[in-house]
Nanobody, 128 residues
Framework: QVQLVESGGGLVQPGGSLRLSCLVS????????MAWFRQAPGKEREFVAA????????RYADSVKGRFTISAEDAKKTVFLQMYSLKPEDTAVYYC?????????????????????WGQGTQVTVSS
């Protein structure tokens, strides 16, 4: 059984930075996929970034490419989302999620339906 707890959200001015953290409980395997999604008011939950626990197959949404970085620290069992050059359109609740890598899944890594466990989310607000 896996539990995910996000932290690090807050209020930041445009152009600022934040680092989100996701603490993972339970056993973690190198083939697990870790991902971040976000959901703005009145909008669908959208893909932000993903990686396997081993650090391979890193992917980003076009809207955040070059500004956000996903990474993991195995010793701390924590996945991070480092965000630079934040824009007002980045304002959303950010969710950490995990895919156990079942071979029977047909959904892509960009689909929220693929993932097995979700955190409660952390609010990021970008405003002057």
């Amino acid at each position: 059984q896996v539990q995910l707890v996000e932290s690090g959200g807050g209020l930041v001015q445009p152009g600022g930075s934040l680092r989100l953290s996701c603490l993972v409980s339970g056993r973690v395997f190198s083939y697990y996929t870790m991902a971040w999604f976000r959901q703005a008011p009145g909008k669908e939950r959208e893909f932000v970034a993903a990686m396997t626990w081993s650090g391979r197959n890193v992917r980003y949404a076009d809207s955040v490419k070059g500004r956000f970085t996903i990474s993991a620290e195995d010793a701390k069992k924590t996945v991070f989302l480092q965000m630079y050059s934040l824009k007002p359109e980045d304002t959303a609740v950010y969710y950490c999620t995990l895919d156990r890598g079942s071979a029977s899944k047909r959904e892509s890594v960009y689909s929220a339906q693929r993932y097995d466990y979700w955190g409660q989310g952390t609010q990021v607000t970008v405003s002057s």
